[in-house]
């Protein structure tokens, strides 16, 4: 029996072969992610993986309803397992904003799940890192978001060579669209055309811009002016009186396909081209407001980012160190006889904190060595007695071969 | 719009209302979890939240569906939302086994799934620690797998006072059920009244037991008796020279319901008896072979401890901590002429893996230090510039209020 197609299995490292994924490299990327968001005041939060269809309808229409997981349950209700975080977050702060001083500064590590039928072998879950800043319309928080994004990059030895935040704004574009045109129906797909033009012949764009009447070379000049607006220069200057002006540029290449964003966008890339997008976010200041049924009014802006393309690109750039189980100590039992009292020494230096490993049966020495090897184990602790009768333990540093012999309560704590 | 019923929020603490989860309360039980099962060398996986039909019925029968999250996918799959780990695993570990030196000793913190249609009210979703050795038949094995789940809720500061191991044989009663029945089909319906012996009326236990050809004074006589196994008897002397013989006692009423148990059953109770069962487990020797189709043959062992018994448990006894961001420093804006040099300091703090938080906005001296003092922050920083142009910073220890005035670099090792 194998598992469903697109779901992923992860295994302890090393692993057995390519088909599986790394419980290990999972938690390093959840760790880096959670750290960095901590260390910039960021609360964790987290919501149900299954929620209502409607939670999900009522932010991207109908048509999201193709790329969904959704069921009718054994209580007649339309769920979905979650494609994304933000109607859950914004559920979740319209139910309970006024308990919370603002700005709200959360985040979360969800699964997402998507079920896109034509895609085989294509993955239909991931999971993704969210973080929001929801309550503060000042760029100020723009810059915080788009910090910690770098910082959570930087967090996995990403560098300056490795990764640029392109940033845009909604909002310069919105300005391009009213100077040129008056009708505002048309703005949604000017926006499409805009978000696909660097991946489509540019032929088709420009019959695609003339048809709505705007001028391909008058777009592609746009772009490439890149003259941030007044709010893009205060997120250029804040990130940049942080050191972290070297991680962005203006490009209004970037547009963001989804339909609520109201301000700055982002997308963060590899600097060589080879990846999708590593991460994508920007301001959404009306979608907690109609998310709440018109109840809750606050400015919000986030980003998301996935773990299968920040993956690749750490095993592309050689950035994932080696896990193994972080073995401190294997405690070799020669003599049965002191199997009971080694139990007690492995319980106290586990008690201790230690990682400990040992043999459940009576084994070789040898054999015991080669375990604690094939561990990588930092040390081995053989307790002994004394001629006297009192306990000691030799503790040898399996790196550099050098042996101690110590007391007991001792050696619990020089390990 | 709500979240669906048997659901759960989790928030940051300090929590709008009680009909909410904390976020910062499940962190704090999944990291006393994940740190002790390292501290005993056991590696983390993970495995799809949803599986197919027949992995879940092939263990559990038909019956089962009727308690599951079940669907039909858009690809015509039966699949289900995960009830329980251990099929998962076993799977897991039937396709990669010999990649792994034995025993493999491996956890998850899965959530999973049940939907119950009558209990109106109940969750239909829990996180559970699962652990599990695999490929040990050994007694010392379950001696491990039960000082693992103590050791677990020692790191939440409970004690011998609040929780027992009752420690339980399915060989024992086995023993018991061949020696006065020649007829082995009757043995589920058996093991299904004792299962309900503690909670159901003693007569119509008597009557039950008499239809079976069973004497209900000599049941329960067995269960009074309390004699351990041998095997039973290794695994109390294994505890006992851990330190860890006070957290066990031999209880024949436990037996698990479940079917596939083979060896040592075993459930941690609070001491008062005011809660279901915190955690269970035991050896189910013949469970990898049924889930690999007759390939791999392993002997088996594990326990699940779910979130919500305990999170409850926890808070009765008072054992939670009290949650806040951890804030290391606030740092004070009070000239923002100075504004981009105190976001430099704030990143380098960070950097330094100090948790900041300041105001995005100008906002008056006294609104800052509020703010400072509801998030709890261990200090404030302020930025200022002396007569000589040159930087100091001022930090203040909120706690014992002491100021000290130190050098830009300085300031970020002090704090």
Redesign the interface.
């Known amino acids: ?5 697109g ?6 490292e ?4 390519t088909d ?1 994924w790394s ?2 490299a ?2 390093y990327i959840f760790n880096a992610w959670r750290s960095t968001a ?4 960021f ?10 269809l ?2 999900f309808t ?1 932010k991207s229409g109908d048509e999201i309803v193709g790329q969904l ?1 959704n ?1 009718v ?3 007649e ?1 339309s ?1 979905s ?1 979650r494609p994304e975080m933000t109607p859950t977050l914004a ?2 702060v319209a ?2 904003e ?4 603002k ?1 709200i500064k ?1 985040f979360a590590i969800p ?1 997402l ?1 998507r ?1 896109e ?1 034509q895609q085989k072998g294509r993955l239909r ?1 991931h999971f993704q890192f969210n973080a929001d800043i929801i309550g ?1 319309n ?1 760029p ?2 723009d810059a ?1 978001i788009i ?1 910690l994004l770098i ?1 959570s990059l930087r967090a996995l030895k990403l560098t300056e060579d490795d990764f640029v935040i392109r940033l845009s704004s909604r909002q310069a574009w919105q300005q391009f669209f009213a100077q040129r045109c008056s009708d505002p129906a048309k703005s949604y797909d000017f926006y499409q055309i805009i978000d696909k033009l660097e991946r489509e012949d540019p032929t088709v764009s420009r019959t695609k811009l003339d048809k709505l009447g705007f001028n391909y070379d008058d777009v592609t000049g746009f772009i490439t002016a890149s003259q941030p607006t007044p709010e893009l220069q205060r997120v250029l ?2 990130l940049a ?4 002006g070297g991680f962005v540029k203006i490009d209004y290449n970037v547009i963001r396909g989804l339909a609520y964003y109201t301000g700055v966008v982002f997308e963060a890339f590899d600097k060589k081209g080879e990846f999708r997008a590593i991460a994508g976010g920007g301001r959404y200041d009306n979608l907690v407001k109609l ?1 709440s ?1 018109g109840k809750v009014d606050l400015p919000a802006l986030g980003f998301g980012m996935g773990d299968v393309v920040l993956l690749e690109l750490l095993k592309a750039r050689g950035l994932l160190p080696k896990f193994d ?3 401190d100590v294997f405690c070799l039992i020669e003599d049965e006889a002191l ?3 080694s ?2 020494l ?2 106290e230096l ?2 201790a ?5 040992y043999s ?2 009576p084994l070789k020495p040898d054999k015991q060595f080669k ?1 604690a090897m ?2 990588n184990a930092a040390n081995t602790a053989r307790l002994e007695r004394t001629a006297d009768g009192a306990f000691q333990v030799k503790v040898k540093n399996l790196k550099t071969r050098e042996e101690r012999v110590l007391g007991l309560a001792e050696a619990v704590g020089a390990i």
Chains 1, 2 share one sequence.
């Not at 779901?7 to 302890?12: A, E, L, W």
């Not at 006024?98 to 001083?101: P, S």
């Open positions: 029996m194998d598992r469903l197609p779901f992923r299995d992860f295994y302890p090393p692993l057995p072969n599986v419980a290990d999972r938690n901590r260390r910039y005041g609360r964790e939060y987290d919501g149900p993986p299954l929620e209502p409607e939670l009522t997981y069921f349950d054994k209580g209700r769920i397992l559920r979740m139910a309970h006024r308990a919370y001083k700005p959360w699964q799940f079920y039928r879950e503060e000042d100020a928080a915080e910090a910082d200057d804040n009186a942080r050191g972290l998310m049924g189980a972080g073995v199997r009971a009292d139990l007690k492995i319980t586990r008690s904190g230690k990682v400990v490993e459940f049966t375990r094939e561990l």
